[in-house]
């Protein structure tokens, strides 16, 4: 229920930007406002995290919901990719048995692929800890 309390009033914002005809700002203006706009949302973000009772627990269960979003985020495509790649292959195969398609060789990409996101999420950790 609260990521639908927070999705609606995105959603709404998004259709909202959709069907309005806004005018071209100068380039300046939009960098100032936008700076601003970055420096409110910090605010509001930091007066309610002080607010927080017990900010250690919810800041390692924050931790937590932030790797396994990023897990999701980083793994999943790619893993439905190569699913999908798979099968859409072997229809292939099926369709044209004269034509062999070498599946070792997507499934050394798709092992180069985890290995550099595993890279990223290694040095994300690293630089997260020790910053």
Request: overall charge positive.
């Amino acid at each position: 229920m609260t990521i639908l309390v927070t999705l609606v009033p995105l959603l709404f914002a998004l259709l909202l930007g959709y069907w309005l005809k806004i005018t071209v700002l100068p380039e300046k203006v939009i960098n100032t406002s936008l700076a601003w706009l970055t420096y409110f949302i910090l605010a509001i973000i930091g007066f309610g995290i002080g607010s927080l009772d017990n900010l250690n627990e919810k800041l390692v269960t924050a931790g937590m919901q932030a790797f396994v979003f990023f897990c999701t985020i980083s793994v999943l495509p790619v893993l439905i990719l190569s699913v999908t790649g798979y099968y859409l292959s072997s229809a292939k195969k099926q369709k044209n048995r004269e034509k062999k398609i070498n599946t070792t060789i997507r499934f050394g990409v798709f092992c180069r692929c985890l290995q550099n996101i595993g890279r990223r999420f290694y040095w994300w950790c690293y630089w997260f800890v020790f910053q």
